[in-house]
């Protein structure tokens, strides 16, 4: 439940009540300041983040990832407001439209956090503006960063997840949030909602992956494959398969690779988050093939999502299974993963190749010996990579 305290209609907080009385207050000579948090900020101090503006709007699945990455650095006290601030005139301004913000919505806790996100879908996202007040909008830190500033250009992907890391790590030390804290800090409630926002399995049926791969990875060369139409949009495209299925073959995954008959799964949610989509795929794959068993060791369904004229929004979602449906790997990559960035998906021909790379990597990984480029196996930080952009 968010951290306000909404004032009585009928009241106002004293320090607001002597704001709207301030030209009187000066003729006698004095005017009430607001009163601030009595503590700085630190790890034991409590925050209510604003809903985070993305290009204009108030978006909170930005404002839980900013919570959740704060709350991973070791932050305890966290909660999110529901009343969008909307600031008036330029950014210098802001900080008394919060002021204003505030005498009209107290909140009960140390500090408020504003953040808003701005770009547009040609530029990405190009100006980060952040403000961090005490409760009674006294101004305790602010940041702006644009393409102008080093630390901005180092961004790779200029998208809402790498700007709420690029906001968490700015602010992290305002509340003295180390790799101390960060080592000693529990999963809160933020990274249950990250949990849940993922769609991932349970732990225990993630877990048996990795035998699974192990598994695969031993006898790679002698397995058969069946690798299905590539869904690619609103259709299937049993061209892509056949180039997905040459490639794994040459690559050593699967002795022989054959194309399976046309299934377009249904399961794309209408949510922003990939790894939901993902997991809601793999399911729908999973439940296929325990109706109708494949033919073959393995079975390989993928799903492109193609950008020609822009790599950096597209992405590849692709899940393996065991003959009866039993999951062998899942993985999605999109501008955010070092593999996607180094392929640049623009034709069916690269998100093949980068599906084979994946693979190859799980199965380097699942050896008694793993790569140190072993790719994730949890799938929690993914969980909150794919925001809607803007």
């Given at each position: 439940m968010p951290a306000y305290a909404f004032v009585r209609r009928t009241q106002l907080p004293r320090w607001c009540v002597s704001s709207l009385f301030f030209v009187g207050a000066a003729i006698v000579g004095h005017a009430q300041s607001p009163l601030p948090s009595s503590r700085p900020p630190s790890p034991e101090s409590s925050l209510v983040i604003l809903p985070v503006r993305l290009a204009g709007k108030p978006a909170t699945r930005v404002s839980e990832v900013v919570a959740f990455l704060l709350e991973k650095k070791g932050l305890k006290n966290i909660d999110l407001a529901a009343q969008p601030f909307e600031p008036?005139?330029?950014?210098?301004?802001?900080?008394?439209?919060?002021?204003?913000?505030?005498?009209?919505?107290?909140v009960t806790s140390d500090f408020v956090l504003y953040a808003a996100f701005d770009g547009t879908r040609e530029t990405g996202l190009n100006d980060l503006h952040a403000i961090l007040a005490d409760r009674a909008g006294g101004i305790v830190w602010s940041s702006r960063r644009t393409p102008a500033d080093a630390t901005f250009r180092r961004v790779d992907a200029r998208e809402p997840m790498t700007m709420a890391v690029l906001?968490?790590?700015?602010?992290?030390?305002?509340?003295?949030?180390?790799?101390?804290?960060?080592?000693?800090?529990?999963?809160g409630k933020f990274a249950q909602v990250m949990e849940q926002r993922s769609g991932?399995?349970?732990?225990?049926?993630?877990?048996?992956?990795?035998?699974?791969?192990?598994?695969?990875?031993?006898?790679?060369?002698?397995?058969?494959?069946e690798v299905y139409p590539v869904r690619i949009g609103a259709a299937?495209?049993?061209?892509?398969?056949?180039?997905?299925?040459?490639?794994?073959?040459?690559?050593?995954?699967?002795?022989?690779?054959?194309?399976a008959q046309p299934l377009m799964l249904k399961a794309s949610p209408p949510d922003p988050n990939e790894q939901r989509a993902l997991w809601d795929l793999a399911r729908e794959f999973r439940s296929y093939l325990r109706k109708y068993p494949s033919a073959a060791d393995y079975a390989v369904y993928a799903h492109y999502n193609l950008d020609p004229r822009d790599w950096e929004r597209g992405a590849v979602h692709f899940v393996v299974c065991a003959s009866r449906g039993d999951w062998v790997i899942v993985d999605f990559q999109n501008s955010h993963h070092p593999d996607y960035r180094n392929i640049r998906p623009a034709t069916k021909e690269d998100c093949a190749e980068l599906v084979v790379l994946r693979i190859h990597s799980y199965l380097a990984a699942a050896l008694p010996e793993p790569s140190s480029s072993a790719p994730p196996t949890d799938g929690t930080a993914a969980s909150m990579v794919s925001l809607s952009r803007p």
């Open positions: 008036t005139g330029a950014m210098e301004s802001w900080s008394q439209s919060l002021r204003d913000y505030l005498c009209a919505h107290p906001l968490a790590e700015e602010l992290a030390p305002q509340f003295g949030l180390d790799e101390s804290t960060a080592k000693a800090a529990h999963p991932l399995p349970p732990a225990d049926e993630r877990s048996a992956l990795l035998l699974r791969q192990r598994n695969l990875a031993l006898k790679r060369a002698r397995v058969t494959v299937v495209d049993s061209e892509s398969a056949s180039l997905l299925a040459r490639k794994l073959c040459a690559a050593d995954i699967g002795e022989t690779c054959s194309i």
